[in-house]
Structure formats: C-alpha cells, structure tokens
C-alpha cells in the first residue's frame, strides 16, 4: 500500500505514516490498530506499539506504588485509580518540559503513550476515574496538537485539537473546550486564514461561563490579531489589548496549574508584537521583541522561534543585516530542535528580502536553510 492509502485507512497525514516508517515517532494506538488491521499483520503492530508505549510510560513510576503494567492493562476496572492518573500526569508534565529544551520530536513519544494508555482503559474503570482520565487525555490531545504544529503538520494538528475537544466535552471540562477553541484560532494564524482567527477567538470566548482569567485574557489578544489580520484600524487592535491587560491582575489569584496561568503580561506584551506586525506597526514588534528576548526568560525553542519573528519585523524596516544575522541565530536553534514552525518563518524572511540577496549575511542565512534543513 502506498503512504498516501496507509494514511487514509489510518486517519493521520502521510508525513506522520513517513515518519513511522523512518522510526521518528510511535504510533498511537488507534493508528497502530488501523494500520494492523490494513497491513493483515496479525496484532504484531499493536502488540509492538503497545510495549514501547508501555516502556516510555511506565519508567519513571515508583513501582511499589504502582500496579504492574500487565494489571492495568489486562484489567483496568481493577488496576487503574488516582494513583495511576496521577503518574500519567507526571509523565505529560515531562513531555511538556522536553518539548521546551529539546523540541517536539523528543517530547511526542512520551505524551502519545500517555494517550495510549488513556484509550486502553478509559472504557473500563470507574466512572469517577474515566472523567478523571478523558480530562487528562484532552489536554494530552492539545499538546500533541501543539506540537504537530511546530512541526508543520497542520492536519495532524488539527486531528488531535479535534480529539481534544471531544473527549473535553465527554469529560464536562468547559474551560478546556473553550481553551482548545483559542488553540485552533492560533492555527489558523498559521494558515494565515485572518477570518478563522477572529471568528475562533470569538467562539473560544463564548464558549463557557468559566473560562479562566488567563484563558479570557489570551482569548481577547487573539481576536486583535485577528482583528489586525482584517485590516481593521490599528486603534481597534489596541482597544482589545488593552482589555486583556486589564484581566491580568486576576491571574495570579487563580490556583496553580489552572488553564492560562502562564498568561502574564510579559507574554501578552511577547504576544502583541504579531498583532503590530500584522497591523502594519513593524518597527513597534522589533522594539517589543528585542526587549523581551534580552530578558533571557523563554524556553530555548522559543528563543528561536521569537528571534525569527524579530527578524522578519526587522527586514520589514528595511534592515537586511541585522535580520539576516539574527535569522542565523534563531536557525540554528531551529535546527536543534527541530522546530519546523520557526523555519517556516525563517523561509519567509528570506523572500521578503529578496532585493537584499547579495548582501553576505542574507547569502549565509540562505545557504545555511539550504544546506541544513531541518529532518
């Protein structure tokens, strides 16, 4: 079969069967069934998959305090209660603080095999625990989304926002629906579809009553982009800033851990520097992101992807060195983490300075996407 049937049967983009094949990432266990099924292979695709999801999830557990794997997943009913979820947890806290420092390929396998356990046992436990679990597993789902993204693969992407709020809405967690809806907007920002941006962010903020405070507030800086993105008067994008600053206050009242808690004003100013650019403010962005990139408090992904950005708002300005110099840098993070996101933006900075092409550091920057692509 071909990779573009594999992927039909199997309900997943072909770049995702491609890097199944080239050991990149592990399937998750509904794409390891179809693909058994498809292939005739017996249940020696879903018996594989199953131990190296097991052996990514399971290492980390104290296992004194654990039941052993062949329980929880021979008889979950049984096996599988708060200490359980709690592990898995812990394990799609770890995968978000891999995708951090090492990027998205290294932090996939981790929260698929907690996905994968979710599924095994979600129709078997107790009621109070298959909430429990269907909670977990669609905020599981929305960072696997987020990371299809950095990847590019959009349509892998927006599969897992899908699931993200199915299984939300299964597990009545309304803050986490309307969340996911702000996450489909921002990837809609990155189909650069400027209507699916403001009317998502919309439904994102009449999606639930109880929405967190950072939630709200992020859901109103993604309607100025969008607002931005539609050519409305820059006055307008300023107006809805303005009301997300006036929420932050109320964040850190909020409990730990809630949905939008890392919303701060550092990031809504960070976040504010797409809605300039988009507004047609480039010189405002640049300023915006020199100083929070100087502050030294991103991620190391981050720091490549917001150096990118920086770049393509300095090249609007009309400085080709400076951007092409700091597009060098963010690149090689780029590189490093194998953030295909960061890249594409790089790429875009390249064309914009296209009538700039034989000044040396433009030339390097070019050579260097050319000749180092990121796997």
């Known amino acids: 079969m071909s990779l573009r049937e594999l992927a039909r049967v199997a309900h ?8 199944l094949e080239n050991g990149r990432r592990l399937p998750t266990m509904a794409v390891a069934t179809a693909l058994d099924k498809a292939l005739r292979a017996n249940g020696q695709l879903v018996a594989l998959a199953d131990r190296r999801q097991r052996a990514v999830v399971w290492p980390a557990a104290s296992m004194e305090t654990l039941p052993p794997v062949e329980g929880v997943m021979t008889d979950p009913r049984r096996y599988v209660g708060g200490a359980v979820v709690k592990e898995l947890r812990l394990q799609l806290d770890a995968s978000k603080a891999e995708d951090g420092t ?3 390929s290294a932090a996939l396998p981790r929260v698929q095999a907690v996905i994968a356990a979710m ?9 109070q625990i298959r909430r429990q679990l269907l909670a977990l597993g669609a905020e599981a789902a929305e960072f696997i989304g987020w990371l299809y993204r950095d990847l590019r693969d959009l349509p892998t992407a927006t599969y897992w926002y899908d699931r993200a709020v199915e299984w939300a809405q299964e597990a009545d967690d309304g803050p986490m629906q309307g969340y996911v809806l702000l996450r489909k907007s921002q990837l809609a920002y990155d189909r650069q579809d400027a209507l699916k941006v403001l009317t998502l962010a ?4 009449h999606s639930s009553t109880r929405l967190p405070t950072g939630v709200r507030a ?8 969008g607002l931005a993105m539609m050519g409305e008067p820059v006055r307008e994008v300023e107006v809805k800033l303005d009301e997300a600053r006036g929420l932050l206050p109320g964040v850190p009242k909020e409990e730990p851990g809630t949905l939008g808690s890392s919303f701060t004003e550092h990031m809504l100013l960070l976040r504010s520097s797409a809605c300039f650019t988009e ?5 405002k962005a640049a300023e ?3 100083l929070i990139i100087a502050g030294g408090s991103l991620s190391y992904r981050d720091v490549g992807y917001f150096q990118a950005r920086h770049a393509a708002a300095l090249a609007l300005i009309g400085e080709p060195d400076q951007a ?13 983490t194998r953030s295909r996101r960061t890249i594409t933006v790089l790429g875009d900075v390249v064309e914009s300075m296209g009538r700039w092409q034989r000044r040396p550091q433009v030339r390097a920057l070019q050579d260097f996407l050319a000749d180092r692509p990121v796997a």
């Open 102 to 104: 090492l990027g998205p």
């Open 218 to 225: 992020e859901v109103l800086q993604q309607q100025a982009l």
């Open 324 to 336: 092409a110099t700091l597009g060098l840098a963010a690149a090689r993070v780029a590189r490093a």
């Open 12 to 19: 997943c983009s072909k770049s995702y069967i491609a890097d």
């Open 119 to 127: 599924q095994h046992s979600v129709r078997e436990v107790h009621p």
């Open 279 to 283: 507004a047609g403010k480039p010189a």
């Open 288 to 290: 915006i992101l020199e």
């Open 202 to 205: 919309e439904a994102a903020q």
